[in-house]
């Protein structure tokens, strides 16, 4: 049959584009992952700094007839039971303040309400009663309370009577600070994005363009180092991103600082004079990180488009970041000023206030100057790499495998597609199975990651047994992984509770309430199933097995062991289950590379499930004993022994 | 005897290629220049010229072996080197953003001559090659072989002893190909050492006064031009040597 020319031009570009890495990342891997990963991790962000904004202790002084309201008084009232009820909130015995706004600005006290002791007979009378509260909408904290006690008395109060609460004539806040808290935010973000976007093309042009366009070598030939080269070009890079921001600032705040005043909006979004120094400083060293970064990621592209498809990518993990400013009650700590261009903008929305917290911005700018430092130091490392200067175009991404010989690991760049794909069916086929119930979710979303292994080794043309790991081991790897199986549970449990030290929720906290509903409900056999079996082995299959497989090929097994610990910990996009997950993964990433087979850490891991279930279901006697801290840091040491020991003893 | 101005000793470069492993592009290879000659460094395509000569200029590391220009050695003073240098090459592109005087600027500098001395050696390099009507124009706009020119004045901005060429009149038509002849013979004359790499045996045959004879990153053959051509053509000895060279692999193998 002769084949027609427009399938062969069509089958000709297609082959070419498939072969083509940055199409496959812009085509394929951004768009599966952006949305999953952007409801996943900004939804659970905002809900988490929302409900923690409604369990933050706040101050509250309630005067009843010039008395400071206690829970203890015994005042008659609905309003006042309801207020007795509030969580979380410290009464303030003193009845008077010198300066009462400055008071509630400044933090001494959060919220400070002035109520008639007979307001429950007043309104019962249908009196109209006035209340102005003394609050600050620019502190979270005091927004809040004022929010929680105003829900108190309407909650409380009879509908039909008529209630005014006059919540603006109390606010202390000045239009700079609310204009702060509200913008200051969005103004960070913007200082940010407009940063990176300056960054962008002056940095591919400069590393990868120049390559590119055959020039590179040319400038190598000049008696000039190559530490110098890169700081020339970062210099360059750097100048490009401020000038552009300012004008962007400049043009943005001309335009928005008539806005407000048209819109009658009592909230200024006009830069004070005072705070333009402090954009630009903002401006500055952030466009000084990125500058570094795109420098560095351009250097590596072979040529601009591939620069990029590397840059694109970096911008989207920027972009999250860049909007913690703009979450409610995330405020500049000593554990956020350690989250680079997050630490940022928080530093930025405080400085617009009018805050300046000077521990957690120096912590900032620590943060800041040594990621670029290091960004550019990896910059000059690359250009001293023949590897990378002289890449040529000839060494493409293989994702699919030749037909004449069968590989024995799965190529990295099919790898990356399988991961992108075991994503997004957990992702999907979890969600639309939630509704049959905990256990066909489960074992769905679980049994799908089988699935993309399987296709994967298939597709790739890479031999299955070898792919996957699946010989079988020794008779001693057996004791090995049962062993690890007892201790890993304590270890995941101890690090899912140590991750509180650096700001994060405990995992006991946030797992717990979720499966104890289903512990309740299901069999054991079924429930074993489900969250041991399954896991054990799909997940193991799928990242001891194929992952751990196909990155020990090509770098060194402890680099292969840590990235598939963080591929591993990353896979359900939870900060929270981050830490817990890549203890394990290392663990059973060691026991997988020494006893060359992915069934020990299939047994291990099944165990470590069967174990953590039984936790659940005996919440006394083993669930305790998981959480007890010495039996956690006995089970690290004991795992570190596991494996030193045949180690030392060879 | 004249002291050579390049004494390559031994040099060889192994790339590690994931597919391929352990390549070695350059094996042992040895040579000299000499002040006032043009030395030919000659093979097939892929023969490994130009590994070499990019180790030549200090952008790639050898393996092993050293080298050394006007009593620099690359590998501890590579800025010695360069500074002795003038290297053009296929993959030695022009900024086409820039124009030529600005390019010549650009490199001038890099290379630390001062201004006034500058401006000088750009008016007398746009004399030699004929460069005046496109001096000020932007390098994207100009044809092949004035780019070439252009190369060619950068390559000689800072006045070096030693001048590499790889290839320099390949995509070139005929007419400035014989005006780069020209220019080489003419800088001959004026003392430079001058490495001209090429597949083009009749310009061999015009211009080399010694020659080497590289195929699978080894030397086959290197001397004077006279001594290896005997009474055959150039292109005789290249072929002999090439098919002898294959037929040695594949008859050890």
Redesign the interface.
Known sequence: MKSSPLLTVAGRELKDTLRDRRTLITMLVLPVILYPALLLGFGKLTASRTRDLNRTPVRVLVRLDGQSFSPADRVAGDVAVALAALPAIEWETRTRFDDEPAAVREGEVDLIVDLPSNLTAQLAEGTPVKIAPVYASARDASASAWKRVRAAIEGARDARFPLELAAAEGDVSNPEERGGQSFGGLLAMMVVFMAMAGAFYPAIDAAAGEKE???L??L??????RATLVLGKYLAVLVVAVVSGLVNLASMSLTFTALPKSFGSAQTLSLPLQAVPVVILGLVLVSALFAAVCLALSTFARTYKEGQAYLTPALLVVMPLAMVGTLPNLQLSLSTALVPVANLCLLLKDLLSGRTPWREALVTLVVLASLTSAALAFSISLFRR??V??RDGR?RARVLGSSSRRLAAVPAAALGLAYVGAFAAMFHIGSRLMGYGFIPATVGSLGSLLLVAALTVGISGTEFRSGLSLGLPSARAWGQAGSLGLLLPFVSAAVGHWQTWVGLESQDSTTVAGIEAVVRNASLPALFFATAIVPGLAEEIFFRGMFLRSLGA?CKPIYAIIGTAVAFGALHCDAVRFFPQFAAGLALGTLATTTRSVWPAVLAHTLHNALLLLGEMKPDALGSALLNPWAGGAAVALTVVLFAVPRWRR | MPVPTIEVANLSKCFFDRQRGEIRAVDGISFRCFPGRVFGLLGPNGAGKTTTLRMLSCALKPTTGSITVVGADAASEPDRVRRSLGFLSGATGLYERLSAREILEFFGRLFGIGDTHLRGRIDELATLLHMGDFLDRGCGKLSAGQRQKVSIARTLIHDPPVIILDEPTANLDVIVAREVVQFVEAERRAGKTILYSTHIMSEVERLCDDVALVDEGRLLVSGPLAEVRGSRSMEEVFLDLHDRARGRAVGTA
């Not at chain 1, 190598?220 to 180092?225: D, S």
């Open positions: 366009r055959g020039t070598e040319t190598l030939l000049a008696p000039v180092g023949e590897d200067l002289f060494s090509v």
